[in-house]
């Protein structure tokens, strides 16, 4: 227990100090230049610190899983593509890539479009904050937290029993002749019950953001709009959605970002049993429970490949999105 607290004070004290340090000695050495080179390094110095960071704990474990991803299981012999040759072979990575393709079609889908069909709802209606709020609360809780609330939600219980899960409770209470399911190990409909889980967590993000969008849009092209006779439907399709379109997009290329590394809520819920592993999961499993440095290092590799092009994609964007600006 000491040295823990020796610990964490030399962190809480030690790191503003040598911050503080670093800049005052920065400061001391650029006085000493002459005022072009003052002005050249300043910022190459202060930026300096960050720098470091992204080097050691990004740029650096990026080349080192690139590296081990062509090495055997103890990262000892060179076995080259194999090991990608087992991600797209192997049967259980199969049916990873699979429910990826899942997560990223449905769990993308849902979320964008439910996060604006509740934006667009509550947009300018007395209880607007407080029904946002109750939409968004699902973010202010962990997805692992998420996810073990609905694992309680999807119990089962056999026929005749009492049901302790909600979505069961609910189902055989109000539909007459529904039989108790076993959401989370019947399939296929377990991959979607774990989408759900995760929709009803992400969509309050998705909604805050197209709210945002929304609230950008002036009154006066939409009254434009209706002055010319358009109806509330006519006015969304062909005003509102088309100055939404580069909002839409980010949230959207952000939610297929989340799909690929869909990683919590599976873990949590069933940890990829009954057919619903994904493609982190999978990584996780052969880094941690199977030691195969080499499969967990093609695996994050590949996952980074589908990554970075989307990351690309939206960066891409924002920089037109502030040229026009």
Known sequence: MTDRLVLATMVVVGVPAALVGYVTLVEGLLRSLPGRGQAALRPWLWLAPALAFLLVFLVYPTVNT??????????????????????????????????????????????????????????????????KAIVFLPMAISFVAAGVIWKFMYDYRPLGS???????????????????????????????????????????FCMVILSAGLKGIPDEVLEAARVDGANEWQVFWR??????????????????????????????MTNGNFDTEVIANRMYKEMFNVRDFGHASAIAVVLLAAIVPIMLLNLRRFREQEAVR
């Open 66 to 131: 690139i590296s081990l991803s062509f090495f055997g299981p103890d990262s000892s012999r060179f076995v080259g593509p194999a090991n990608f040759l087992y991600v797209f072979t192997d049967r259980t990575m199969l049916l990873a890539l699979r429910n990826n393709l899942l997560w990223l079609v449905f769990f993308s889908l849902l979320t964008v479009s439910l996060g604006l069909l509740i934006a667009v709802l509550t947009d300018r209606m007395p209880y607007e904050s407080a029904a």
């Open 162 to 204: 009492p049901q302790t899960g909600t979505v069961n409770g609910a189902l055989t209470t109000l539909v007459p002749g529904f039989e108790p399911q076993a959401w989370l190990i019947n399939q296929p409909m377990n991959n979607f019950a774990l989408i759900v889980a995760a929709v009803w967590a992400w969509t309050g």
């Open 239 to 268: 005003v509102t959605f088309p100055m939404l379109g580069s909002t839409v997009a980010v949230v959207a290329t952000t939610m297929v970002i989340t799909a690929l590394k869909a990683f919590d809520i599976v873990y949590v």
